[in-house]
């Protein structure tokens, strides 16, 4: 990937991320090793070009790197450890799934069948997937476009489309065809999911987010956790700690305030659970990010 290589570096990338000159694909960038942490991918492609993550996932690792990229259906909390120096940094691309574009590609390919899905075989949320030769040629070519606001404008479409493509080719196929599917256990599974992103601050529970999707409330935790390696209220405490800490971070605010804002009655119960997930309690983190 040393041509790739060459092309970030004349990006002059801030560390974190920041947008590109396309909607729906950002770069990313990390100077120091990050210890493993809880973080949260919405759905997308996951693309490092120079350096290497590793994810944990229940009992599972995976590594994602130069030559295998990471692929997201559904929103998915885990934890993750970043390995770059100042020397050698880590840089990447994420970019979203474009609904639309994948059901057209699906269309044309003809595989509304395709996969583990199709026999009972539920996909999980996330995992990763060999780079082959033609998906590295698809973004190189994609960040060469990048380097233009024209040819951004008029390649980058097309080249999102042909790398989505190449993901409906590899190795994660059968996630993004699940995704896709208008019915079947992960398509409801998936529906659930979008609602927790946005009623995450209600009062939910596991009968109640069955019977959003007609299924019995064993058989939703099931499959639910199949999915995303997590019970349902779980996933529902990692989003409401995740939106929380978020909270505290951007908007400075108060720990009995993110609380309350994120659905928890309790406000020592929000900190036992902060410090638990995190590390460290909501009152240590406002003190790191406030400058002295």
Not at 231 to 239: A, V
Request: proline share 5%; net charge neutral.
């Amino acid at each position: 990937m040393s041509e790739i290589s060459t092309i970030m570096d004349g990006f002059y990338l801030p560390e974190g991320f920041s947008e590109s000159r396309l909607d729906g694909v950002r770069f990313f960038k990390a100077l120091a090793h990050t210890p493993r942490a809880p973080l949260l991918y919405d759905p997308g492609i996951c693309i490092v070009l120079q350096g290497h993550k590793i994810g944990y996932l229940g009992d599972q690792v995976f590594q994602y790197d130069a030559d295998n990229y990471l692929v997201v259906s559904v929103t998915m909390p885990f934890e993750c450890e970043t390995f770059a120096t100042r020397k050698n940094p880590l840089f990447g691309l994420y970019i979203d799934v474009d609904m639309p574009v994948l059901h057209d590609l699906i269309s044309q390919l003809g595989h509304g069948d395709y996969g583990s899905s199709a026999r009972g075989i539920l996909p999980q949320g996330i995992g990763p997937a060999a780079m082959d030769r033609e998906m590295k040629d698809a973004i190189s070519r994609l960040l060469k476009a990048l380097g233009s606001e024209a040819e951004a404008r008029i390649l980058g479409p097309g080249l999102i489309r042909e790398i989505l493509y190449r993901v409906l080719c590899g190795d994660q196929a059968p996630i993004l065809y699940a995704l896709a599917a208008h019915n079947g256990n992960f398509a409801r599974i998936a529906g659930v999911l979008r609602m927790i992103q946005r009623d995450y601050a209600e009062k939910l529970d596991v009968d109640l987010m069955a019977g959003k999707v007609n299924m019995s409330a064993s058989a939703f935790h099931r499959v639910f956790k199949e999915i995303t390696a997590e019970s349902p209220m779980q996933y529902l405490k990692k989003i409401r700690l995740t939106k929380a800490r978020e909270l505290l971070m951007q908007k400075d605010m108060k720990a009995y305030m993110a609380a309350d804002r994120v659905g928890y009655e309790s406000a020592s119960q929000f900190s036992r659970e902060f410090k638990r997930y995190f590390g460290q309690n909501p009152a240590d983190l406002l003190r790191e990010i406030k400058p002295a």
